[in-house]
């Protein structure tokens, strides 16, 4: 059935040249309360680039988000089995999203902590060739609704993102990104807590251009439901950052873990050895048996290095056929959903 859209504000409707399709997905696990503040701040028509599609993702809610997107004329609304966790629905939304045909593919929070009316910035820069990704950055250095700790782990996070990807992004973790079709086909979120800080490794290791711009962002409407508590965010992002490091630079993570274990066993071997020279190995045996095992512990470390870069280099071949199929699927699948009406309901 197709929904008309209903915009409450014309200012958002622009002249259209392009002709992109754009499709703005919005992970939802009950948001019925939120999603028509977030759907009516959504351009109808982006100036230049073309005309917007929305799709909403329910990851099985209790509450009446899908008949609020239905009421409030969301063009495709994809439907998990089930409670999945947001990484898995936002896997789901880019994959559904390339079958419709999407160009650029922009995803937003469901509780409208951004303002819709920053889309047209993060779509233009993919529209205009200039980059692959582009990250809406809220200034959590300056924005008003992030506490003092949260911009201290903001910058820390942004600092070991961009150690590990290359990507300079003040505002790693934000949820407000457009992604270019062919970006979009290479996105295989593997980790279940954080596809935001992995997407951005990824990207980095796959050389795509990502820029940030500043964009706005609204007082929070209630607590963040992925991050209830501060331990609980840190030690999400480090599990992803620790996975994403043996994932994709399984050489240099254990080869740098390898090396530093053979040096710290060596110390007490070379003082085993000292004290044998002069005359008193009596009663250090103990240092000799730890050196010993910490060498030999380096050693399979560094073995491991190389056993998991032929690993990698199989990854990365997998990862390029995977692309390969998902592009001839997610075009077949256009071809087929032009020739069907525009408006959609699915399930995983
Ligand atoms: N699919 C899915 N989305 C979720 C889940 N929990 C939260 N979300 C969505 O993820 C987005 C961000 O959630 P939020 O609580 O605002 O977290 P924060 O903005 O990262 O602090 C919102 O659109 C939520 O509806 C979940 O369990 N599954
Ligand atoms: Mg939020």
Redesign the pocket.
Same mark, same amino acid.
């Given at each position: 059935m197709n929904y008309p859209i209903r915009l409450t504000d014309d200012t958002r409707t622009y002249s259209c040249g392009m002709n992109l399709k754009v499709i703005v997905q919005?992970?939802?696990?009950?948001?019925a309360k939120t999603l028509p503040a977030v759907l009516a701040d959504i351009p109808e028509i982006i100036e230049g680039v073309g005309p917007v599609e929305i799709q909403v993702?329910?990851? /099985?809610s209790d509450d009446d988000t899908i008949e609020v997107a239905r009421r409030h004329g969301v063009h495709h609304i994809l439907q998990?089995k089930g409670?999945? /966790?947001?990484?898995?629905?936002?896997q789901a939304g880019i994959e559904h999203a390339l079958r419709l045909g999407a160009d650029i593919i922009v995803n *937003?929070?469901?509780?409208n902590?951004y303002c819709g009316r920053s889309i047209p910035d993060l779509v233009r820069p993919i529209a205009e060739k200039r980059a692959d990704i582009v990250l809406g950055d809220r200034r959590p250095g300056e924005s008003p609704h992030f506490s003092p700790f949260k911009r201290l782990l903001q910058r820390v996070g942004s600092r070991l993102v961009r150690a590990l990807s290359g990507i300079d992004a003040s505002d790693a973790?934000t /949820?407000f990104r457009a992604y270019s079709r062919d970006s979009a086909l290479s996105i295989t979120v593997m980790t279940r807590f954080s596809y *935001?800080v992995e997407t951005l490794i990824h990207a980095g290791q796959r050389g795509l251009t990502v820029i940030s711009v500043p964009v706005e962002t609204n007082a929070?409407t209630?607590?963040?439901?992925?991050?209830p508590s501060k331990r609980h965010?840190v030690s999400r992002q480090v599990v992803t950052m620790f996975r994403s490091c043996l994932m994709y630079r399984p050489l240099r993570t254990f080869l740098i873990a390898g090396i530093a274990m053979s040096i710290v066993g060596l110390v007490p071997i070379l003082r085993f050895l000292w004290f044998y020279a002069i005359g008193a190995g009596d009663g250090h045996v103990q240092s000799l048996v730890l050196g010993g095992v910490l060498l030999l512990a380096g050693y399979f470390t560094v073995i491991v290095a190389f056993l998991s870069d032929i690993v990698g280099t199989n990854r990365k071949l997998t990862e390029e056929t995977l692309i390969r199929l998902r592009r001839i699927e997610a075009e077949r699948a256009t071809r087929v959903s032009a020739a069907n009406a525009p408006a959609t309901t699915d399930h995983d």
């Open positions: 919005i992970p939802c696990y009950n948001e993702i329910d990851d /099985g998990q409670n999945k /966790g947001l990484a898995r629905s936002f *937003t929070d469901g509780d902590q973790v /949820g *935001t929070p209630r607590p963040s439901r992925l991050a965010f």
